[in-house]
C-alpha cells in the first residue's frame, strides 16, 4: 500500500490514483512462504559467509565444508519459495530440514561440550520442520490444479451455425500487409 | 471507484482508487461493464513483464459505455455509445497507423523516450500493462479514461451482447491475425500450441479462413475438450509424443504453418528438459523467457513453413536453434495484434453467426472477486478457460 501511494507521484493528472487498498489474490500461506523464502535466502547467507561461526557454537568445528553446502541448498530453497514455484521450494526446505536434522543428531555424542546449542539448534529446526510442511500442505492444496469440478467443453464450438458452415467462409486473398505496403 | 490494481508478483487487489479524469481533448471515459483476465495478464501477475510499478491498474480487455468525451473527440462518440476498447491505443494519423500497423503506432506511448531506448523504437500505448508501453490504468475497473478515443475504440452495434464482443479487444483479433499471418492455403495443416483462450481464437479463426487441418497441443483435458468442439485434432503432450504424432497426421511431412499461443511461460516438465533449464536460468537471471514452444516449432515445422508467434515474449531467450530456421527457410511471424485492421471483418463474421466468441467464457465473477479469480484462472481450477468480470 505504502509502494502504491508513493508510485502515485509518477501517474499523470487524469490517471486514477490508489485511495486505500482492498483484498489481495495472496493468501495466508502465500505470505508464510514468502517470509520462509527470505529466512532461507538470511540463513544461506549467513552458513556460507560465516560457517566457522556456526560449528563452533554447535562444537563440530571441522565441518564448515557441509555448513557451507548446505548455505547452498537454503538459498536455493529461498529463492525458489519467492518464486511462482514456491511449492517446490517449500518441500525443498523440508527435506534440507531432515538433512539438517540428521547432521545435527551427529553433534549430540556426551563427548560434545556444546551438546546442549545441539539440542537447542535441534528443538528450533523441529519446529521450523512442523511449519515448513504445515505451509507446503497448505501451499500444494491451495494451488492444485484438481480443485473445483471438472468439467469438459466438447459442446462449445463457437460456430453458431455449425462448423460446417462457418469452414472457409473468411478465405479470401490473406496477402500479409507489409509495413512498406 | 473499484479497480484491480497490481502490487507486486502475485499480488492483485480490489483497491479504491479515484475515478479517471479527462486530461486530453481526445480523451473519453467510459463506465466498464464487462472486463476479463487475459493470459498476458498472467505475464504480469508472475511479474515476469520487466516495468510494472505498485498501484498500476491491471486490464486490457474490457468494454463499457461511454459517459464522458473530450471536445476533441469530435463526434467520432457520444455519451450513451457502447463501444469494446482495443488493448493497443492508436492516434490514427501516425505513419504505422496509416499503414494499419496499429501495434506499433509511433504516438500513444508517453514513455516513448524508455521505449526507444528498450525497445530501439518504439510501440503503441497499451492499457493495463508495463510502463515500456505507456504504464496506461487499465480496464479492470468501473471507469476507464481512454486516451486518443475518437480513434482508440470498436462502435458496438444493437443486438449484440456483451459476450459476443468483448473479444474484439484482444483474444479474438490476437488469434486472427496469428492465423491470417500464416498465409493459410486450402492444403496447409495448422498446428497450435496452447489452449488457452488465444488458442482457442485461433482455432475458429483456421477454420474460418479454410485450413485442411488443425491440431491443437495441450495438456489439461478440459481445453483439449474445447479445442476438439472447435474442430481440431488434439495432441496432450503430457502422454503423447508431439513430433510423433504431428508426423502420423501430417505423413510424415510436419504442420506447415505453426501457432505459438503460449509464449514465455512454457509449462515445465520432466519430460521436456529444457524447460527445467530455461526456469533455472530465469530464476537467477539468466534468461528471460521460455521458448521451448518455439524451440519445438522450429523443429517440426514443414521446411519452407510459416511460424506465427501470437504468445507473449518479455526478453531475451536462449538457445533458439537458428540453424533450424535458417536452413529450414521458415518464415517468422510476431507482434501484439494490430486489433483495429481485423475488427470490422471480425465483427461482421460475429452477426453473421460465423463464430461467437462468448463459446470461451466459463467463469463469470464481479469485479470484486478479481483476485480469487486471477488465483483460479493461473492455477486453471475449476477447468477455468476464461474469466469475465462484471462491474
Same mark, same amino acid.
Given at each position: 500500500m505504502m509502494f502504491a501511494k508513493i508510485m502515485?507521484?509518477?501517474?499523470?493528472?487524469g490517471d486514477p490514483k490508489v485511495v486505500r487498498t482492498g483484498p489481495s489474490s495472496i493468501t495466508a500461506s502465500d505470505r508464510i512462504a514468502r517470509n520462509l523464502g527470505w529466512f532461507s535466502l538470511a540463513l544461506g547467507a549467513l552458513e556460507i559467509l560465516s560457517p566457522r561461526r556456526i560449528t563452533h557454537a554447535l562444537g563440530m568445528e571441522g565441518e564448515e565444508w557441509l555448513v557451507r553446502a548446505y548455505g547452498f541448498r537454503e538459498i536455493a530453497a529461498g529463492v525458489l519459495s519467492l518464486s511462482t514455484d514456491k511449492k517446490i521450494g517449500l518441500w525443498s526446505r523440508v527435506a534440507g530440514d531432515g538433512l539438517d536434522m540428521a547432521t545435527l543428531v551427529g553433534g549430540?555424542?556426551?563427548?560434545?561440550?556444546?551438546k546442549d546449542n545441539v539440542a537447542v539448534a535441534l528443538l528450533i529446526v523441529g519446529g521450523i520442520t512442523l511449519l515448513d510442511m504445515a505451509t507446503a500442505e497448505e501451499v500444494t492444496a491451495r494451488h492444485a &490444479?484438481?480443485? /473445483?469440478r471438472r468439467r469438459m467443453?466438447?459442446?462449445?464450438? /463457437?460456430f453458431p451455425n455449425g462448423s460446417t458452415a462457418s469452414k /472457409?467462409?473468411?478465405? &479470401?486473398?490473406?496477402a500479409v500487409p507489409q509495413l512498406r505496403g | 471507484m473499484k479497480a484491480l490494481v497490481?502490487?507486486?508478483?502475485?499480488d492483485i487487489r480490489c483497491d479504491t482508487v479515484t475515478d479517471p479524469e479527462i486530461?486530453?481533448?481526445r480523451d473519453a471515459i467510459i463506465k466498464v461493464t464487462s472486463c476479463a483476465i487475459c493470459g498476458s495478464d498472467l505475464h504480469l501477475f508472475h511479474n515476469f513483464i520487466p516495468a510494472m510499478l505498485p498501484g498500476d491498474i491491471m486490464g486490457h480487455e474490457m468494454m463499457g459505455e461511454v459517459v464522458e468525451v473530450g471536445r476533441g473527440v469530435n463526434g467520432k462518440l457520444k455519451k450513451g455509445d457502447r463501444i469494446v476498447v482495443p488493448f493497443t491505443i492508436i492516434c490514427g494519423e501516425c505513419d504505422q497507423c496509416k499503414r494499419r500497423n496499429f501495434s506499433v503506432?509511433?504516438? =500513444?506511448?508517453?514513455n516513448k523516450k524508455i521505449a526507444d531506448k528498450v525497445f530501439g523504437h518504439t510501440t503503441a500505448g497499451l492499457f493495463g500493462y508495463t510502463h515500456l508501453t505507456g504504464g496506461y490504468p487499465g480496464g479492470q475497473a468501473e471507469y476507464l479514461r481512454v486516451p486518443f478515443a475518437d480513434t482508440t475504440h470498436i462502435k458496438v452495434p444493437d443486438g449484440l451482447s456483451d459476450e459476443q464482443v468483448l473479444f474484439l479487444g484482444d483474444i479474438l483479433p490476437t488469434g486472427w491475425q496469428a492465423v491470417v499471418q500464416c498465409d493459410i492455403e486450402p492444403t496447409d495443416t495448422v498446428a497450435i500450441w496452447g489452449c488457452g483462450p488465444v488458442g482457442q481464437m485461433a482455432i475458429r479463426s483456421a477454420v474460418l479462413l479454410g485450413a485442411n487441418q488443425i491440431i491443437a497441443i495441450d495438456r489439461l483435458p478440459e481445453r483439449l475438450s474445447m479445442a476438439e468442439a472447435g474442430g481440431a485434432t488434439t495432441i496432450n503432450f503430457e502422454t503423447e509424443s508431439v513430433l510423433q504424432r504431428l508426423n502420423d497426421l501430417t505423413d510424415g511431412r510436419g504442420p506447415e504453418k505453426c501457432i505459438d499461443? $503460449?509464449? =514465455?511461460e512454457s509449462h515445465v516438465s520432466l519430460g521436456q528438459p529444457d524447460t527445467i533449464l530455461d526456469r533455472a536460468k530465469q530464476l537467477v537471471l539468466?534468461?528471460?523467457?521460455?521458448?521451448h514452444v518455439l524451440r519445438e516449432m522450429i523443429y517440426v515445422c514443414r521446411p519452407g513453413g510459416v511460424l506465427s508467434i501470437p504468445g507473449v515474449y518479455g526478453g531475451l531467450a536462449d538457445k533458439i536453434p537458428m540453424g533450424q530456421l535458417m536452413n529450414k527457410g521458415l518464415s517468422v511471424r510476431t507482434g501484439q495484434t494490430h486489433v483495429n485492421r481485423w475488427t470490422d471483418e471480425l465483427l461482421d463474421h460475429i452477426q453473421e453467426g460465423h $463464430?461467437?466468441?462468448?463459446?470461451? $467464457? =466459463?467463469h463469470t465473477a464481479p469485479l470484486e472477486q478479481g483476485p480469487e479469480m486471477y488465483r483460479v484462472f493461473r492455477d486453471k481450477?475449476?477447468?477455468?478457460v476464461k474469466v469475465v468480470l462484471k462491474t
Open positions: 502515485n507521484v509518477t501517474r499523470s493528472k549430540l555424542h556426551y563427548d560434545n561440550p556444546k &490444479r484438481q480443485t /473445483g467443453y466438447y459442446e462449445r464450438s /463457437g /472457409g467462409v473468411a478465405v &479470401r486473398n490473406t | 497490481w502490487h507486486g508478483k502475485e486530461e486530453d481533448a503506432c509511433e504516438r =500513444t506511448n508517453r499461443c $503460449i509464449g =514465455t539468466m534468461e528471460n523467457d521460455r521458448p $463464430i461467437d466468441p462468448s463459446f470461451v $467464457i =466459463t481450477q475449476d477447468s477455468c
